[in-house]
């Protein structure tokens, strides 16, 4: 079952990808009339592969804490980090227009990446400290433009326990912008493939969100706390459900 659970979902991302090839032209000249319709356009594309994703993979997450998701703001979503399958949950409950910070091995994904740029997705460059810096910048005119972000501060995937410290560059995107930053715990998300890698296992996993910690007038020692504050949060929730 779990070879048959992984063939079908690798079809399914192939299939995909060929779609979406078609669905470019159509992108495009809703972009020509309207660059906001475009990008909602994008959204339900990427959101809706996603979710078949997650059907194929036979995983149910147990959603928690979207009313906590704020209204009519840019915000900065920030969650541990333990999977593949960590963005692709997450992503689908995500309002438009929110980006994604993503490794920049993406990049050479045939289609994925096509529409990753669409959504003005920020590709992050493995030790490339001048490149980071930029991309931090890039986010916060995103923020300034009425775009969320997701980004994963641990900056790669835990195989361990617990919860990694988070990098502090990534919290200037809210205290740069006064962004409120959205909490996001998930759990069991790595059961699903790594842990049975390379086949795919149904899980039953969880994604929370967390209310809002707001940034605005933050004193400079409280900014400084701001990355510890946050992965305290997350992890105390991650070890509750656990």
């Not at 078609?22 to 009339?33: D, N, T």
Request: charged share 20%; with cysteine.
């Amino acid at each position: 079952m779990p070879f048959l659970r992984t063939l079908i979902s690798l079809l399914y991302v192939g299939l995909f990808m060929l779609a979406s090839l078609v669905l470019l032209p159509v992108e495009f000249f809703i972009r020509k009339k309207s660059p906001k319709a475009a990008v909602q356009f994008s959204h339900k594309v990427i959101t809706t592969g996603f979710r078949a994703l997650i059907f194929l993979s036979g995983s149910k997450p147990a959603v928690y804490g979207l009313e906590n998701i704020p209204k009519g703001v840019p915000v900065v979503f920030m969650g541990n980090h333990r999977s593949y399958y960590d963005l692709i949950i997450s992503y689908t409950y995500l309002p438009c227009p929110t980006a994604i910070y993503s490794k920049s091995g993406l990049k050479k994904a045939p289609a994925i990446s096509s529409w990753m740029r669409r959504i003005n997705c920020i590709f992050l460059e493995k030790d490339d400290m001048r490149q980071n810096m930029q991309a931090i910048l890039d986010g916060i005119d995103l923020i300034k433009n009425g775009t969320s972000l997701l980004i994963f501060p641990e900056g790669k995937r835990n195989k361990g326990a617990g919860v990694l410290d988070f990098h502090a560059g990534s919290f200037k995107l809210a205290t740069k912008t006064g962004a409120a930053i959205v909490p996001i715990v998930q759990t069991h998300t790595r059961e699903i493939f790594e842990k049975h890698f390379p086949w795919l296992h149904p899980q039953k996993t969880t994604l929370e969100f967390l209310p809002p910690i707001e940034t605005k007038g933050l004193s400079r020692e409280d900014q400084k706390n701001l990355p510890a504050l946050t992965r305290e949060l997350i992890l105390k929730a991650y070890l509750e459900k656990n």
